[in-house]
């Protein structure tokens, strides 16, 4: 039977920063303590095991490669067929706990922006790739598949995922509003880069965007954020002009409702924990009542998008 009404976590914390093992043991330990906190199901950022690449967006790639940046971050990627993959999934199945991890897969020489979700049990109900990784990620990171718009069942119900600037694609979001989305992890990483200047990439327009996405799907949102941490900045920031650009913190993870309704009480910019939620599912179909995309809102003799092909039908 589905749980109704259950807390769910929203990480705000950064990763042991390109260690895989030590980041695989401070995410059984956020597991653990979003388990004794009361939680059910748990999220985390974009790309947090093993850290974000960060370097990427402060010089060119020869820069990187004469740093190792590349050469170590492909070392420290994540391996679904490794022992942390197993350490996670165990952790899943010891705290009871829906897990909804941001990865950077290994497949091969080849590297994926990923998300990982697994059940109570420990099982994998999905693993989805970034279809499109943003401009500076590319050099990086390769594209996912049309396989990648995934929606799956739980006990706590239907959970879906996006990555960062996937959430400004129309169709992607449709694609799961099709689906019938009930929770939607919407996985960013730190909101630290170029601030406050660069407002696109900040937290105010993205944040946007998952709230917008809550009161667009009619579902709950956890909105994960990691942190950029002194270590972080000691390590890719070799100039002041670098030292500028990655500022500390960054942390803006939040958690919107079926209403468009800001949940929980934020944590503070710098401050590493748990955003814990209450999750009311009777709220969903209070919320969409009022306006469903995908149905008594919707003109599909007008536009429709097929959700099983990914493609638009005039």
């Not at 906190?37 to 947090?48: K, R």
């Not at 009619?218 to 994960?224: D, H, K, R």
Request: charged residues 20%.
């Amino acid at each position: 039977m589905s749980e109704s009404r259950f807390v769910a976590a929203v990480v705000q914390a950064a990763p042991q920063y390109l260690d895989i093992e030590a980041s695989t043991g401070k995410a059984v330990e956020l597991i653990r303590s979003a388990a004794e906190s009361g939680a059910q199901m748990i999220a985390f950022p974009e790309l947090w095991l093993p850290g974000y690449p960060w370097w990427a967006w402060l010089g060119p790639q020869a820069w990187a490669d004469s740093r190792g940046f590349a050469s170590r971050y492909r070392r420290e990627a994540f391996d679904y067929s490794g022992p942390n993959a197993q350490r996670l999934s165990e952790a899943a199945r010891r705290y009871d706990m829906v897990v909804a991890m941001g990865v950077a897969e290994r497949a091969g020489d080849t590297l994926y922006i990923g998300q990982w979700l697994i059940d109570q049990d420990g099982q994998t109900l999905w693993r989805r790739r970034k279809l499109k990784p943003g401009l500076v990620e590319r050099g990086l990171f390769a594209d996912g598949d049309g396989d990648n718009l995934n929606v799956a069942d739980t006990p706590l119900g239907r959970v879906g995922g996006l990555c960062c600037g996937e959430h400004r694609q129309p169709l992607f979001k449709y694609a799961l509003h099709r689906q019938h989305e009930d929770i939607h992890v919407a996985a960013w990483p730190s909101f630290s880069l170029d601030q406050p200047q660069a407002v696109g990439i900040g937290p105010q327009v993205n944040n946007a965007l998952s709230q917008v996405y809550a009161v667009e799907g009619g579902c709950y949102v956890l909105a994960p954020c990691a942190l950029v941490t002194d270590a972080m900045i000691e390590l890719v920031c070799d100039t002041p002009e670098r030292r500028a650009r990655l500022q500390k913190g960054g942390g803006f993870a939040r958690a919107f409702g079926p209403h468009g309704n800001a949940l929980g009480v934020p944590l503070g910019e710098c401050e590493e924990g748990l955003l814990l939620v209450t999750i009311e599912r009777d709220e969903i179909p209070a919320a969409k009542m009022g306006y469903d995309v995908c149905g008594h809102s919707a003109r599909l003799d007008v536009v429709d998008l097929d959700a099983r092909s990914h493609t638009v039908k005039p």
